[in-house]
């Protein structure tokens, strides 16, 4: 039986900084994982992950493709920029190997069907690294959502903002890796995802419409370096019952912020509603620097030096389950479980992709304001993918 997965990092930028070197080296999960090589055209962040993973120089590589050629691996971790998940876990998988991606699945629709088709047709394990799905409030507004005490999901409103330290350039150290990541970005691809899917985990629903709001206002301001993006969208998603929902993301929130990022979420149905507040976790600290709300449920720094809560435990139990795959503990059920499209995250990337395409084609107001188009996610859906693929998506 096997009890280490031999893994190869491609990408080592500020995800793996901010979380996966805990689960890496700190916590319940690494003992199954060895951490073998690392691919990084960036030399920086290559060495200092090499030099953290311990990792011999011939193994550090700038490409991937000749990582997964050269060292005998069992999985890799994708911790690209959106628009590189695809290209790296498309040739994993054909090179029969094991794939784990931070959310989103992929910047697109094609690039996250070509990553599940691939998926499929190998029979290999793609998993997705959406954290929120193993928050402990979550999964309780999941059960008691599904168990009908709240009756029929109407409408909710999400919020998540980060502060404007996160996208500005001109912060040091810098969040980023990439200096325009801001621009390349947005509050939609890299928070709205979050929400999205913690919201359609909750009530389970198919999103039909979506069209957002863009505004503009502080990122543009910045100096030296400005940034043309947005500081806030509001993503309006339509579900298949008609209920609503409006998930409110950005990053231009003062740094004095009492949290990273302030987020909350209500869900108001015919018989009730949740609240979560999810930025009270219920830890407030006040000292010299000003109040701020504590988040040990995401990351919880132990007295042993291990690193636990959710934020570890959403990409581990990944982990778990490719190595139940690897020793036959997993049965045809499990896996199809696994393969659904809402678990590899194709709604949430359709939501993305919709609400992107909603702001490129919509009115942008001389006051810093982008208002969006409607997309219809059929529509969406037949003309990226063809009638067949909306089909198996049951979007025909
Ligand atoms: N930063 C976070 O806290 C966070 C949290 C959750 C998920 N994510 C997701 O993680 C992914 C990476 O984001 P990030 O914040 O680490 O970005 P980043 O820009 O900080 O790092 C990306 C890294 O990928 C490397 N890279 C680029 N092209 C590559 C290639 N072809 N092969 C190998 N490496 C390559 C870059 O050099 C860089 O080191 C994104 O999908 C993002 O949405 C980030």
Redesign the pocket.
Same mark, same amino acid.
């Given at each position: 039986m096997k009890i280490k997965l031999r893994i190869g990092i491609?990408? &080592?930028? %500020?995800?793996? #900084?901010?979380?996966y070197q805990h689960l890496y080296f700190r916590s319940s999960y690494s003992p199954m994982l060895e951490i073998c090589a690392v &691919?990084?055209?960036?030399e920086q962040? #290559?060495n200092w992950f090499g030099d953290l993973a311990g990792i011999p120089a011939e193994r550090r590589f700038?490409?991937?493709q000749e990582m997964i050629a050269k060292v005998k691996l069992d999985a890799v971790q994708v911790?690209?920029?959106?628009h590189?998940?695809c *290209?790296?876990t498309v040739a994993a998988l054909n090179a029969g190997l094991d794939v784990v991606?931070?959310?989103?699945t992929a910047a697109t629709l094609k690039d996250a069907h070509l990553m599940i088709e691939t998926a499929k047709k190998t029979g290999r394990y793609l998993g997705v690294?959406f954290?929120k799905r193993e928050d402990p409030r979550i999964k309780e507004a999941e059960a008691r959502f599904q168990s009908g005490r709240y009756g029929t999901f109407q409408a909710a409103v999400f919020y998540m903002v980060d502060k404007l330290n996160i996208a500005d350039p001109n912060h040091s150290p810098r969040?980023? *890796? %990439?200096p325009n990541?801001a621009e390349k970005?947005t509050p939609a %691809?890299?928070l709205t995802?979050?929400m999205a899917d913690a919201l359609m985990k909750i009530i389970n629903l198919v999103p039909v419409q979506v069209s957002a709001r863009g505004y503009s206002h502080k990122l543009p301001s910045l100096k030296p370096i400005a940034v043309n993006g947005y500081d806030l969208v509001d993503t309006e998603v339509l579900f298949d019952t008609g209920a609503v929902a409006h998930l409110i993301t950005g990053w231009a929130i003062p740094n004095s912020a009492w949290a990273n990022t302030v987020q909350s979420g209500r869900l108001i149905c015919s018989d009730g509603l949740i609240d979560l507040a999810l930025d009270m976790p219920g830890l407030r600290e006040i000292h010299a620097d000003g109040i701020f709300e504590v988040n040990p449920l995401f990351k919880n720094f132990e007295k042993d030096k291990s690193v636990t809560g959710y934020g570890i435990s959403g990409p581990g139990r990944l982990y778990q389950q490719i190595l139940a795959q690897h020793n036959g503990q997993m049965s045809a059920t499990d896996r199809a479980g696994l393969m659904t499209p809402m678990i590899l995250g194709f709604h949430t990337a359709l939501v993305l992709e919709a609400a992107e395409k909603s702001l490129a084609a919509g009115q942008r107001l001389t006051t810093g304001a982008t208002l969006g188009t409607v997309v219809d996610l059929r529509q969406l859906v037949a003309n990226e993918l063809g009638d067949i693929a909306a089909k198996e998506y049951g979007y025909a």
């Open positions: 491609i990408g &080592a930028g %500020s995800v793996v #900084r901010e979380i &691919a990084d055209p960036n962040f #290559r700038t490409d991937y911790n690209t920029p959106d590189l998940h *290209a790296p991606v931070p959310k989103p690294d954290h969040f980023f *890796a %990439s990541f970005n %691809s890299f995802v979050h």
